[in-house]
């Protein structure tokens, strides 16, 4: 956590703590997805007074704790399969069903209110006994929209939280959530980095996003996560030599960004999904300083905060649209000049138009530019500048 501190990080966000049903288990692990109890920690990071102190030294530090929840679905061994088993969903012949080919998991019934009350309850235990901040939401576009919403009107009785979920729902972020998952923009961006798609249909994407979601609606950008990572592929393996500059589409664009576990040291292996599989910990990775100093600038400039707090995004016009994305963000006077190339070649580019005019430092090397319109910009294969002021 010192470390995190350091790069400026707020929120943790922890996955599965709880303990993983035995009964239908994939692999030797199982999935932190299948639960077997919901007021309960797995014994084998610790116990509830353990995570207590976590939460606790955390919130000293100045961060946020949020723990994935799993709503949708149970393990076998959950104690509700035996003594509610009118709370899971039944085929034709009455035998409880997985969702999807999950097998290791029992799907849950949301047209049972019984259900919305135990599961509201358990939301509110780790609230209540544990101080945590909220809750990364599993699939949370495959549980009905209401129950998220008297959920969250319940959690925030107890304090003010924050509610990410994992779905792309606009709905989900009316009432209920703080932030949902920018998967499309995800798609948009291993596109790119494979040739498939060009710097023009990042703009597309966001005016759709524009019509679509609230003003105050956080997305979270990210270029990796545990199920990318297990299942298609490490950051190298999907965008190779252009990794850096897709993170830095994901702090400057309108976003909060993402660094999943082992992300800012390099991490360049698939963690095994069913198995321990431990990271390997490269602490003099230069990643850290990469990432530490997106931290600052996003932490620091107006411009870059997240939802109705921040700047909109100005596409900038360059003579070749097509391989570099150029854009402006300003709130308040403070701005941020981000241009990208998202081909693998040297280029030489102009910029139109007279938003970005004027004087600003450069983020990773702090030389002073003067930009005007007509202004010619030499870029690297996948280079990255950022300016600021």
Not at 37 to 56: I, S
Not at 114 to 124: D, H, N, P, Q, Y
Not at 140 to 158: C, H, S, Y
Not at 190 to 207: L, T
Request: glycine share 6%; hydrophobic share 40%; charged share 25%.
């Amino acid at each position: 956590m010192p470390r995190l501190k350091k790069m400026d990080v707020d929120i943790l966000w922890i996955m599965p703590i709880f303990p993983i049903s035995e009964k239908n288990r994939k692999g030797s692990l199982g999935s932190y997805y299948a639960v077997s109890d919901y007021k309960a920690v797995n014994p084998e990071f610790g116990t509830m007074n353990d995570l207590k102190g976590l939460v606790n030294k955390a919130h000293e530090m100045g961060f946020k704790v949020i723990l994935d929840w799993v709503a949708n679905h149970t393990g076998w061994d959950n104690a509700w399969i035996e003594e509610y088993p009118d709370w899971y969903t039944l085929d034709s012949a009455g035998k409880m069903v997985s969702p999807f080919d999950w097998t290791d998991v029992a799907d849950l019934n949301y047209d049972n209110r019984e259900l919305w009350k135990a599961m509201t309850e358990a939301l509110e235990f780790w609230v209540k006994e544990a101080d945590v901040d909220g809750y990364r939401c599993d699939v949370a576009g495959m549980v009905p929209t209401e129950f998220w919403n008297q959920a969250r009107v319940k959690l925030d009785e107890i304090k003010p939280v924050f509610m990410l979920a994992e779905a792309e729902q606009t709905d989900l972020q009316i009432n209920a959530f703080d932030m949902t998952y920018a998967w499309e923009l995800h798609h948009i961006l291993n596109q790119v980095a494979k040739g498939e798609e060009d710097a023009n249909y990042i703009e597309s994407y966001f005016a759709k996003q524009d019509t679509s979601f609230p003003k105050n609606a956080y997305r979270m950008n990210f270029i990796t996560n545990h199920d990318e990572n297990s299942w298609n592929g490490t950051i190298k393996e999907r965008m190779g030599e252009s990794a850096k500059a897709f993170a830095v589409l994901t702090y400057t664009l309108p976003g909060m960004p993402l660094i999943y576990s082992g992300q800012e040291v390099g991490l360049d292996k698939r963690l095994k999904f069913f198995e321990k599989d431990e990271i390997e910990w490269d602490l003099t990775s230069p990643l850290i300083d990469f990432y530490t100093t997106l931290n600052n600038l996003k932490t620091d400039n107006v411009a870059l905060w997240n939802g109705e707090f921040g700047g909109q995004m100005k596409r900038v016009s360059t003579s070749d649209d097509k391989s570099v994305f150029a854009f402006v963000r300003e709130k308040d006077g403070n701005m941020v000049f981000t241009i990208v190339n998202l081909t693998g070649k040297k280029m030489a580019v102009k910029l139109e138009g007279e938003d970005f005019g004027g004087e600003y430092l450069e983020l990773f090397t702090g030389d002073k530019n003067i930009f005007d319109a007509g202004k010619e910009i030499s870029l690297g294969a996948w280079d990255y500048r950022i300016f600021y002021r």
